[in-house]
Nanobody, 123 residues
Framework: QVHLVESGGGLVQSGTSLRLSCTAS????????TGWFRQVPGKEREFVAA????????IYSDSVKGRFTISRDNNKNTMYLQMGTLKPEDTAVYYC????????????????WGQGTQVTVSS
């Protein structure tokens, strides 16, 4: 089991950038596929991005492709989501997720979730 902690959320203006981080204290984190989901009140959680344990395979939703970049530093047990050209529709609670299997499984039903961090983009 891994315990995931997100940081970096906040209020920003449309068109700007923001970087989210996700850390875990367990070394097992470095062997897991990890990623991000987001949720707007009243809607289902939406897949955003995923990265395999080695940082080689990355997957993005169509809504963020070309604007967001996912990466990880296994030496620091940390994953990042660099969000660029933010839009008001990116406003959501962003959740860090992890799964011991692979990115395909993580996209469907991640095994572990963080508590979430709020990102608000003003127009």
């Amino acid at each position: 089991q891994v315990h995931l902690v997100e940081s970096g959320g906040g209020l920003v203006q449309s068109g700007t950038s923001l970087r989210l981080s996700c850390t875990a204290s367990e070394r097992a984190f470095t062997t897991y596929a990890t990623g991000w989901f987001r949720q707007v009140p009243g809607k289902e959680r939406e897949f955003v991005a995923a990265i395999d344990w080695a940082g080689i395979i990355t997957i993005y939703s169509d809504s963020v492709k070309g604007r967001f970049t996912i990466s990880r530093d296994n030496n620091k047990n940390t994953m990042y989501l660099q969000m660029g050209t933010l839009k008001p529709e990116d406003t959501a609670v962003y959740y860090c997720v992890a799964d011991p299997r692979n990115t395909d499984q993580l996209k469907r039903v991640p095994a572990y979730w963080g508590q979430g961090t709020q990102v608000t983009v003003s127009s």
